[in-house]
């Protein structure tokens, strides 16, 4: 088939018949979506969501199965992306020519300390923070995940792992509550099954991202959820850390109509724009706020402050108090960073016009 016959098809088939339309329903396409892609679709333009991202090229999933696009210019690709596919008529390679918009954006800040936030996976409507109970949990990094995953604009909920190997897993479960509030928390076993069809259940018609630490157990949900190994899975290392098993991110079709994005595991949960997130995560002392004598309380030592007020009499934890501090101080951080790189760029570009102006010819008088 020529590439003029492909987006001839594909245009035309995905309004008149139904198995082309629930090739794509079945990774979330609607008809929002339907209504939004007209436009495109008047230009020949193809649909698609993005399920693989490989530096300049997409595995992009359409009606008429997976195809490998090119991308270059304007806003990055991101896995869970709904593009429009230009298919050239000389049998050049498929391109990304535009996407459409994202509903939610999972962005954390880049390892490299870059001022740019790292976009992990988008148009997601859960996220499933992954926490192991072969160990006791880490609440300051479930904080963080559960932060990121709020701000998303996602619904997030806790997955406790492993529980075959944990002999106290509904103590675990209730420390976790303390801290994910608002947030269900279920507890799973890939191993034994225990847990998995309550989460398949949540799963069921969502396209749902994966986050934790390496050997979380991310990749060995995602076969449990698909009913194939879809993804390999290593062992975990002899010191307790997880091997990258999963190195990139990608759209796995679920048998319940989910679609799941498995993520590489992440060593560090960097925030970035996280200010409602940050709110919704600390819900505990972002209420006890309101009643501080001061409005610009910083929750040290200032007389009539409602939070230290809630430590002395023991309804709120020192350690809370201490990580909402810690992630507060480098959401600011970040957000200094990225005024002074808006500022840096808004700069060079008056310098850059600043000198095709000199360049330019004087109007003849």
Not at 229 to 240: I, N, P, W
Not at 306 to 330: C, N, T
Request: aromatic residues 4%; hydrophobic residues 40%; charged residues 25%.
């Amino acid at each position: 088939m020529s590439s003029q016959q492909h987006h001839d098809s594909s245009s035309s088939s995905f309004s008149s018949s139904s198995s082309s339309a629930d090739v794509l329903a079945a990774y979330g396409w609607d008809a929002e979506r339907d209504g939004e892609f007209t436009p495109y679709r008047g230009h020949g333009l193809v649909p698609g969501r993005i399920a693989r991202v490989d530096r300049s090229l997409c595995e992009v999933v359409t009606a008429d199965g997976t195809v490998r696009a090119a991308h270059g210019g304007g806003e990055l690709p991101c896995t869970g992306d709904w593009a429009a596919l230009e298919f050239p008529d000389d049998g050049r390679e498929a391109f990304v020519a535009a996407l459409l918009t994202r509903r939610t954006a999972l962005v954390r800040s880049q390892a490299s300390g870059r001022s740019a936030g790292q976009v992990l996976a988008v148009n997601v409507d859960l996220i499933g923070a992954v926490v192991p109970l072969d160990v006791a949990p880490d609440l300051g990094r479930l904080e963080r995940l559960l932060t990121l995953a709020w701000e998303s604009g996602a619904r997030p909920l806790v997955v406790l792992t492993k529980a075959d190997l944990a002999t106290d897993a509904e103590e675990l479960r209730a420390d976790v509550e303390a801290v994910a509030m608002g947030v269900d928390v279920l507890v799973v076993s890939a191993h034994t099954g225990a847990g998995l069809d309550v989460l398949d259940a949540y799963t069921a018609g969502q396209t749902v991202a994966l986050i934790g630490t390496s050997g979380a157990g991310k990749s060995t949900l995602t076969n449990a959820l698909a009913g194939a190994e879809v993804t390999s899975v290593q062992a975990v290392r002899g010191d307790g850390k997880g091997r990258h098993t999963t190195t990139w991110r990608e759209l796995v079709a679920l048998p319940n109509g989910g679609v799941l994005v498995d993520t590489p595991g992440m060593r560090g949960v960097g925030m970035y724009d996280v200010g409602d997130g940050l709110d919704r995560t600390f819900a505990d002392i972002d209420a006890l706020v309101a009643d501080c004598r001061f409005t610009d309380c910083t929750h040290d030592s200032e007389p009539g402050c409602a939070v230290l007020a809630a430590i002395e009499a023991g309804d709120l934890p020192q350690r809370r108090l201490d990580s909402y501090r810690k992630l507060l101080r480098e959401a600011r951080w970040m957000a200094s960073r990225e005024d002074h790189r808006l500022r840096a760029e808004r700069a060079r570009q008056w310098k850059v016009l600043h000198k095709e102006m000199r360049r330019s010819p004087s109007p003849k008088k």
